[in-house]
């Protein structure tokens, strides 16, 4: 079945997001008009990205700035040291608000789809949105791991239950080098408020 569906992603251009979902029986479901929540994006249009982007005009910012009054609100709202915000943002995105990972993370943090999905976050590629979700996903992290910074944000980058699952930091070396650039560039954003 996979040579089929990789078969059909190439004979079949797609002209909008493809959707996906399992059923109860495991029957695999396609479609470009969700009718159900339970859809996920399985194939998305490149061509509709390249349309939202220009639409937004966002490229790499050069001006980070320009973010700082989404991440002051968010920082009040959440309890969420701006100093942490932006170092997340900056290992995650470089300030770069279209930004999709090879994973499917989008945004200045990098929200996964399912994530995203579950903090009610309708658009990742808006800053606005994206920050948002991001801090209140932070937050969550910090209250579980009782406010351990490095705890959190190995969560972050490795995943709740991998965090869960070592008790502690995940020995794999991107997880523990972003866990330290994080906090690097964290002290570097304090010094400056």
């Known amino acids: 079945m996979v040579g089929f569906l990789a078969g059909l992603v190439v004979a079949v251009p797609a002209k909008s997001d493809i959707y996906r ?8 479901h396609f479609t470009d008009a ?8 399985f194939l998305r249009d490149i061509r509709k990205d390249k349309q939202l982007r220009t639409k937004f005009r966002f490229t790499k910012s050069s ?16 309890g969420v040291s701006e100093s942490l915000i932006k170092a997340v943002i900056h290992a995650e ?3 770069n608000p279209n930004a999709v990972s090879n994973k499917g993370a989008s945004g200045l943090m990098q929200l996964m789809p399912g994530t995203a999905r579950d903090l009610k976050v309708s658009n990742s590629l ?8 991001g801090v209140k996903y932070l937050r969550f992290l910090l209250d579980t791991f009782h406010g351990d ?11 709740l239950s ?7 930091i995940p020995p794999y070396a991107e997880t523990r080098t972003y866990v330290a650039r994080v906090l690097s560039y ?6 400056k408020l």
């Open 21 to 28: 979902y399992d059923d109860d029986e495991g029957v695999a």
């Open 34 to 41: 969700p009718t159900d929540k339970r859809f996920v994006i």
């Open 63 to 78: 001006n980070p700035e320009e973010f700082d009054q989404i991440i002051k609100t968010c920082s009040d709202r959440y």
């Open 93 to 95: 995105s470089g300030y």
């Open 126 to 133: 808006d800053p606005k949105d994206n920050v948002e979700g």
């Open 149 to 159: 910074t490095s705890l959190a944000l190995a969560a972050y980058n490795a995943g």
């Open 162 to 168: 991998k965090v869960a699952k070592y008790g502690g």
């Open 186 to 191: 964290m002290q570097s954003y304090q010094a």
